[in-house]
């Protein structure tokens, strides 16, 4: 036992034995009857006060890697968010997507960061989430090493003439599938312009194939458009995907990339946490979004050490701080996906119960 501690807890002892003593002694009194009566009402009393109640641990699944999606959570849980609410949080980290299904699909976890094509997937098959808030909006750059090129269009229409591919990371990544819908888009409206193939590939082949000179332009996620664009200066931004988006199909340039989902059993068991902790998400990214500072100290020591902090300032400036509770969006996040993976959804919508909803007021 803790001997700082030991005087304490044999003090309590002693006024415990004390008090037991003086109410035994007195028994058949009416006072006794009295006394006994008010100390099962202070019992009682004390079990009912919230901040009696043991702490519930909540697992969160994120991942090391992951930049401005996980930052929301990150300031919430440094401000103590989860103990005020009667939670304790456990932090663990999933390595890749099909390692994120597979929690997901054991029903490992409370709360998950990660990529919604991963949430549709799992929740195709046993509906153990529901998703709270779209927290990844803005991620894809292209990239060339020609100062000629300044446009999708021109870089499209070099590498159809020279008949080169245009190479996009990751390989099993959304990136690849919006480029396609935006290109389809583009040949439907000219369709006498020739267009380039496109090559999926890993991140890091990519990436090395970039910086070697192999290949003069291609499409990678920040923040390894950041870290290229420092190691091979001959390499500069050609466009944004969101942008591009934005301009072939309408509405906000950003996409419902990446979010945060939680388990249906928390959210069937507290609703009005769920609810309120996607409200505080938004607020939460509000606040990250006017003090970069602030949200480059929250991502783990790991990534800041193996990125640069330099390098994360120019991720940032390129990408989007924001949480949109899942519920206020859900047109947004159905015409997305309906557009690059409609397999993932039920007669063009979204799966029933897949977003969280707020109970009727």
């Known amino acids: 036992m803790n001997s700082k501690r030991f005087p304490v807890f044999a003090v309590l002892l002693c006024l415990i034995a004390l008090g037991g003593y003086a109410l035994w002694n007195v028994d058949g009194d009416d006072a006794t009857v009295d006394a006994k009566k008010e100390l099962a009402e202070n019992e009682r009393n004390a079990s009912e006060r919230p901040q009696d109640k043991p ?3 909540l697992r969160l699944y994120t991942s090391s890697g992951v930049t401005t999606p996980q930052l929301p959570l990150l300031k919430l849980e440094e401000e103590g968010y989860f103990k005020k609410a009667g939670y304790t949080l456990e932090k663990e980290f999933w390595k890749n997507i099909d390692d994120l299904r597979g929690l997901i699909l054991a029903e490992k976890g409370d709360i998950w960061v ?3 094509e991963g949430f549709l997937q799992a929740f195709q098959q046993n509906q153990s989430l529901t998703l709270v808030a779209v927290t990844g909006w803005k991620k894809f750059y292209l990239l ?13 229409r070099n ?29 439907g409206q000219f369709p006498s312009v020739k267009q380039p193939e496109l090559a999926g590939k890993a991140s ?3 990436s090395l194939e970039l910086m070697r000179g192999d290949v003069s332009c291609g499409m990678l996620p920040e923040p390894l458009v950041s870290v290229l664009l420092r190691k091979n200066p001959k390499l500069h931004v050609v466009a944004g995907l969101e942008d591009e988006y934005s301009a072939a199909f309408g509405g906000p340039a950003r996409l419902p990339l990446v ?17 309120q902790l996607a409200l505080d998400l938004k607020k939460s990214a ?6 970069p500072e602030e949200a480059l100290k929250l991502l783990p020591e790991e990534l800041r050490k193996d990125m640069g902090e330099e390098t994360l300032k120019e991720s940032f400036s390129r990408d989007m701080i924001l949480a ?7 047109d947004e996040i159905s015409s997305f996906w309906k557009l690059i993976a409609p397999q993932l959804l039920m007669n063009g919508r979204l799966p029933k119960k897949f977003i969280f909803h707020p109970a009727a007021e």
């Not at 060339?144 to 499209?156: K, R, T, V």
């Not at 949109?324 to 859900?330: C, L, N, R, S, V």
């Open 286 to 291: 509000e606040e990250l979004s006017r003090n």
């Open 324 to 330: 949109e509770p899942a519920w206020m969006i859900t």
């Open 55 to 57: 702490l519930h641990a």
């Open 159 to 187: 590498l159809a003439e020279q008949k080169l591919p245009l190479s996009v990371a990751p390989v099993d990544g959304p990136g690849l599938a919006v480029l396609r819908a935006i290109m389809e888009r583009r040949a």
């Open 204 to 206: 890091q082949q990519l």
């Open 114 to 116: 990660g990529h919604i």
């Open 259 to 275: 979010g945060i989902a939680v388990n249906r059993g928390l959210a069937e068991a507290n609703p009005l946490f769920v609810q």
């Open 144 to 156: 060339s090493a020609d100062p000629e090129i300044n446009s999708l269009d021109a870089l499209l």
